[in-house]
């Protein structure tokens, strides 16, 4: 179409459709200016919770790594612009390759782990000391360089230990440059006080049940939830793990009652088989 052509139709079309000349006709052509990209504030961070490690020298704590790490990746995951790697996953992992729980601590088996889950950081922390108060220790690795970009230590009465997670999540967060909005900061804080487990004693016990469940033992791991439940009752973190050691036990019911059966039915054939072949051995005779 020549020039002259095309300022003609931009005038008819001006006419037309009420824009009053013939640049807001050509504006009409042309549609709409995109909209300018909203970036976020900050990219998604791909996290792995390592379980706690005991160093307090008393063996009777060893459970209370796995249940640290467990309120920490549940806390976290209120979070959008992180991404939690599932503690299913991570034990997993850890299970296939032998791993022992003191050796989180070393950055180079950490690296390892966030590796192999496809983790950008990892959290790997100790359990120091409890008695007279309350210790833990975090640090927050970088996979990709090993490099320790955060470390935290706080400490504090054994009844003081929602206070604890709370200063270690903020500490964590500071460390991967997570920007949190106001938002996101309160529904951070409403998942921590929904998860919330106030004393050491309780916390302990609600890890022995995950030792439990890692452990395939989901009717016992599910007795002692729910008796962790009679002591925390508002805490969703111990509803969920309830519920999903209930049904984890369930579907293990399921398989060992299938297994029964095949084996009756098994032995059953056999049985006829035996018969049938003794039968024709004598019949034959």
Same mark, same amino acid.
């Given at each position: 179409?020549?020039?002259? !052509?095309?300022?003609?139709? @931009?005038?008819?079309?001006?006419?037309?459709?009420?824009?009053?000349?013939?640049?807001?006709?050509?504006?009409?052509?042309?549609?709409?200016?995109?909209?300018?990209?909203?970036?976020?504030?900050?990219?998604?961070?791909?996290?792995?919770?390592?379980?706690?490690?005991?160093?307090?020298?008393?063996?009777?704590?060893?459970?209370?790594?796995?249940?640290?790490?467990?309120?920490?990746?549940?806390?976290?995951?209120?979070?959008?612009?992180?991404?939690?790697?599932?503690?299913?996953?991570?034990?997993?992992?850890?299970? +296939?390759?032998?791993?022992?729980? $003191?050796?989180?601590?070393?950055?180079?088996?950490?690296?390892?782990?966030?590796?192999?889950?496809?983790?950008? !950081?990892?959290?790997?922390?100790?359990?120091?000391?409890?008695?007279? +108060?309350?210790?833990?220790?975090?640090?927050?690795?970088?996979?990709?360089?090993?490099?320790?970009?955060?470390?935290?230590?706080? $400490?504090?009465?054994?009844?003081? @230990?929602?206070?604890?997670?709370?200063?270690?999540?903020?500490?964590?967060?500071?460390?991967?440059?997570?920007?949190?909005?106001?938002?996101?900061?309160?529904?951070?804080?409403?998942?921590? +006080?929904?998860?919330?487990?106030?004393?050491?004693?309780?916390?302990?016990?609600?890890?022995?049940?995950?030792?439990?469940?890692?452990?395939? +033992?989901?009717?016992?791991?599910?007795?002692?939830?729910?008796?962790?439940?009679?002591?925390?009752?508002?805490?969703? @973190?111990?509803?969920?793990?309830?519920?999903?050691?209930?049904?984890?036990?369930?579907?293990?019911?399921?398989?060992?009652?299938?297994?029964?059966?095949?084996?009756?039915?098994?032995?059953?054939?056999?049985?006829?088989?035996?018969?049938?072949?003794?039968?024709?051995?004598?019949?034959?005779?």
């Amino acid at each position: 179409m020549s020039s002259r !052509h095309l300022l003609v139709l @931009l005038a008819v079309l001006a006419v037309v459709t009420g824009c009053g000349s013939v640049d807001g006709a050509r504006a009409l052509l042309a549609g709409p200016e995109p909209a300018p990209a909203v970036l976020p504030d900050s990219l998604d961070a791909t996290l792995a919770v390592l379980a706690f490690s005991n160093d307090t020298g008393d063996p009777r704590y060893d459970p209370l790594g796995r249940g640290l790490a467990s309120m920490m990746t549940s806390d976290l995951a209120a979070v959008s612009t992180i991404r939690l790697v599932e503690r299913d996953r991570i034990q997993a992992l850890v299970d +296939e390759l032998d791993f022992q729980q $003191t050796a989180y601590v070393d950055p180079e088996t950490a690296l390892q782990v966030g590796l192999f889950v496809g983790a950008d !950081h990892v959290v790997v922390g100790s359990l120091t000391a409890v008695r007279p +108060e309350i210790r833990l220790d975090t640090r927050v690795v970088r996979v990709e360089t090993s490099e320790i970009v955060q470390t935290a230590s706080v $400490t504090g009465r054994e009844d003081a @230990l929602f206070e604890l997670q709370q200063a270690l999540a903020a500490s964590l967060i500071d460390g991967i440059d997570v920007v949190m909005s106001d938002e996101a900061r309160a529904a951070l804080a409403a998942q921590q +006080e929904a998860n919330r487990l106030d004393d050491v004693e309780t916390a302990l016990a609600f890890s022995q049940a995950l030792s439990l469940y890692d452990r395939g +033992e989901f009717t016992l791991a599910a007795t002692q939830l729910f008796e962790v439940q009679q002591r925390a009752p508002s805490s969703q @973190l111990v509803s969920v793990a309830l519920g999903l050691a209930r049904e984890a036990g369930q579907r293990a019911l399921t398989r060992e009652a299938g297994r029964q059966v095949r084996g009756r039915l098994d032995g059953w054939l056999r049985g006829r088989l035996d018969r049938s072949a003794e039968a024709d051995t004598t019949g034959g005779r």
